[in-house]
């Protein structure tokens, strides 16, 4: 049976065309979840919850983690999702042309200043994707956070930093794996 097609009946492309009308409209969903999926396991929040006196738990990741809102970023999560205060919000659809140009110029800014390696890709490795983020985590992601405290000048710059690089790397492994 494995002639190109054995994907057809596992259990998630079964489940996907169930719910959605079209062919067209499962294949958009499933592209929407990897670019989803590869984008949050380049977030090293995503890898990892702090789990001690304080969060016998966990901290879910840093959304346990509060600290003094800035742009609506009020827990260590949200400012690495913001790429350290500066996407914050979210945009307002649909996109319009000058929107499309903005995020284009923004990303070749970004590629100029971040270049990934191409031998650091490890294409289709994503539990190396995954210990990359959880190294992050532990490196650069908690120290210097103080619960309830702003953070620094230095680990805002050096979060800035760090996510940048991320999502580089996760632009060039998304690309290799849907290509």
């Excluded at 169930?18 to 499933?30: E, I, L, Q």
């Excluded at 702090?50 to 990741?61: A, I, L, R, W």
């Excluded at 840093?62 to 003094?68: F, L, Q």
Aim: charged share 15%.
């Amino acid at each position: 049976m494995n002639n190109g097609t054995a994907y057809k009946s596992s259990y998630y492309y079964t489940q996907v065309n169930k719910n959605f009308p079209t062919d067209s409209d499962g294949r958009s969903f499933a592209l929407r979840m990897l670019i989803h999926y590869v984008g949050d396991l380049h977030q090293p929040l995503h890898a990892v919850a702090e789990v001690d006196s304080t969060y016998p738990s966990g901290d879910k990741g840093g959304n346990a983690e509060a600290i003094p809102s800035i742009c609506g970023a009020a827990n260590l999560h949200a400012v690495w999702d913001s790429v350290a205060y500066n996407y914050c919000g979210y945009p307002v659809l649909p996109l319009s042309a000058s929107d499309w140009d903005w995020y284009t110029n923004e990303s070749a800014a970004m590629w100029t200043a971040y270049p990934a390696d191409s031998s650091k890709v490890h294409s289709l490795d994503f539990n190396e994707w995954a210990q990359e983020s959880f190294d992050l985590a532990k490196s650069t992601v908690y120290p210097g956070v103080t619960a309830g405290k702003a953070l620094s000048d230095a680990y805002v710059t050096a979060a800035n930093d760090a996510i940048r690089e991320r999502m580089m790397y996760g632009a060039l492994r998304l690309a290799d794996l849907i290509v």
